[in-house]
């Protein structure tokens, strides 16, 4: 390969048939790991099922936890072990391994034997492929990434990195799909005794395709030169990391781009989902369809996005990004319970819930794990009622010791004195409770559903696709903008740390956040507190502090 890269090709250079070649393979891979990685969630009813029925309540619980968090906790990690390995060795057998690791380990899922055949190395196996998973993903989209924007003219980087920006959108699409196909194809019972096993055994097509694809290209003309020269990192993690120069970048890109860019991701891809589904509820089928178009919508400003950072730079947009996700959520989230969910926009204007009690008394309503059943304070009985019915309340305090009351528009209800009951007295008075106030809340119109007639689709759609187009501002050029801030001999590790950190971690627990700042509050909407001080937090620092890059020489 010549040692001139393609950043150095004239100005209107238009794509050579190579440059095609290293975006779509680099990009087809990545979708690919994307796929494997949505699976988990996309059949985590079946998954539970399988491998966490017959242990203990509390060895299942934890178990559960686990393997929802693992792949997210382990994403930085990943990032630092491939990251080094990238910057010694080389970008493109890099990204192959982690492809490797991916593939492998999500077909190994489609093979587990569950907890009825192998007992509790069941759910300890399924862990262990989730925290493959996780790590094959935090070396993954930096080396994409990388290796992209090495081969990408100067003038066309953001446009070229910003394909890479689209596999996620487009490998959970592609893993809907297989699933749709899959359930189409068996009955329910089939499906749920081994049929949810086919889209993770197919993965071991997907990836020797991927595979295949990916060895035909050539090692990045950045790191080609750096090795020909004898200049690459000997310890990339100490030099990246371990000098204030490079670590003070990291911090800055993790608090002033990438934290603020992960929150209005999950944001508008996930958390827009969990608000439709849970909170105003919307059935599954029709949440899942109107995302899904919403996505569609969307996703080609992911191109934009990256080449309009090109031309004006890459700050501008994802500061932009982050200002308006902070200025517009609560708004947008109110206005889309009015469309898809009119009457109880409405009973929330003339008829507001409050609940009086001895605040002393009232627990945190929020139980990760499942065990607390708010069931021995009055308080509690009456706030995890309307927190599962997904009413919206404020809180007002009574004396020290006094009964919790409800009121519901004009209506007064007694919440049941739970402390001074036994466990069978306890059940009957909660649940007359319930009762009294379920009644009291169809009587001012809360709904127990969304009536699919009273959507107002069009302008839910529109929502949902200007929540995506504002992931597309931040999202759209922050390869180009990591991979720029760092210098070749050290730019894997060093990007992929902050990226990962703030997409594992900031963003990947955000729907976790908001849901307990939902539940411990009581207002459905201050959930969004979460994303819009992180996103807000990025403004600032990033303003002030992170440079703008697009026009850098990355060579060297």
Not at 236 to 259: D, H, Q, T, Y
Not at 423 to 450: C, H, K, S
């Amino acid at each position: 390969m010549s040692d001139t890269s393609a950043s150095a090709l004239p100005k209107h250079h238009k794509a050579t048939s190579r440059e095609k070649l290293v975006i779509g393979a680099s990009s087809l891979g990545t979708v690919f790991e994307w796929y494997d990685f949505y699976l988990y969630g996309s059949l985590a009813t079946y998954i539970a099922a399988h491998f966490f029925s017959g242990v203990n309540e509390t060895t299942a619980f934890i178990f559960a936890l686990a393997a929802f968090a693992a792949g997210f906790f382990v994403r930085p990690f990943g990032a630092l072990v491939f990251g080094r390995i990238g910057d010694l060795v080389g970008r493109k057998n890099t990204f192959l391994v982690t492809m490797a690791i991916m593939g492998v380990s999500t077909f190994v899922v489609g093979l587990l034997p569950g907890y009825a055949q192998i007992g509790v190395a069941a759910p300890i196996l399924l862990i262990l492929m989730r925290l493959l998973q996780g790590l094959a993903l935090g070396g993954e989209y930096g080396g994409a990434a990388t290796y992209v924007a090495e081969h990408a003219p100067n003038h066309r980087r953001g446009l070229y990195t910003a394909w890479i920006q689209t596999t996620a959108t487009m490998g959970l699409f592609l893993s809907l799909l297989v699933i749709l196909a899959t359930r189409t194809a068996l009955s329910v019972e089939d499906f749920a005794a081994w049929g949810w096993r086919i889209p993770f055994l197919v993965s071991i097509v997907l990836l020797g395709v991927s595979l295949w694809i990916r060895m035909q290209l050539n090692e990045s003309p950045v790191f080609q030169k750096m090795k020909e020269e004898g200049t690459t990192s000997k310890a990339p993690l100490a030099e990246a990391f371990g000098k204030w120069s490079n670590a003070r970048i990291a911090i800055l890109a993790l608090l002033g781009a990438v934290a603020g860019q992960a929150v209005v991701w999950y944001t508008g891809q996930f958390y827009a989902l969990f608000f439709l589904e849970k909170t105003l509820k919307v059935d599954g089928l029709t949440a899942n369809s109107l995302i899904a178009v919403g996505l569609l919508i969307g996703t080609p400003f992911f191109i934009f996005f990256g080449w309009l950072s090109d031309k004006i730079g890459r700050k501008p947009i994802i500061m932009t990004g982050c200002a308006l996700a902070a200025l517009t959520y609560f708004p947008l989230f109110n206005l889309l319970t009015e469309a898809a969910n009119p009457a109880l926009a409405a009973a929330q204007r003339t008829a507001p819930v409050v609940v009086y009690a001895d605040q002393s008394a009232c627990s945190f309503q929020f139980d990760p794990v499942g065990r607390n059943q708010f069931d021995t304070q009055s308080c509690d009985v009456a706030r995890a009622f309307l927190s599962r019915a997904s009413v919206s309340y404020t809180n007002q305090p009574l004396a020290a010791g006094s009964v919790a009351e409800v009121h519901i528009g004009d209506t007064v209800i007694r919440a049941p004195d739970t402390a001074r009951l036994d466990t069978p007295a306890r059940a009957e008075a909660i649940a007359a409770f319930q009762t009294q106030a379920r009644a009291a809340l169809d009587a001012v119109g809360y709904p127990t559903a969304a009536d699919p007639n009273a959507i107002n689709t069009p302008l839910v759609v529109a929502i949902l696709a200007l929540l995506v187009i504002y992931v597309t501002m931040v999202y759209g050029p922050i390869a180009a903008m990591l991979v720029e801030l760092f210098p070749s001999r050290i730019r894997y590790t060093s990007m992929s740390l902050p990226y990962h950190i703030g997409n594992g971690w900031f963003g990947g627990f955000l729907p976790t956040t908001a849901f307990a700042i939902v539940a411990a509050t009581g207002n459905i909407y201050n959930g969004l507190w979460y994303p819009i001080v992180v996103a807000a937090a990025t403004l600032v620092i990033g303003v002030l502090f992170l440079p703008e890059t697009f026009k850098r020489d990355i060579d060297q």
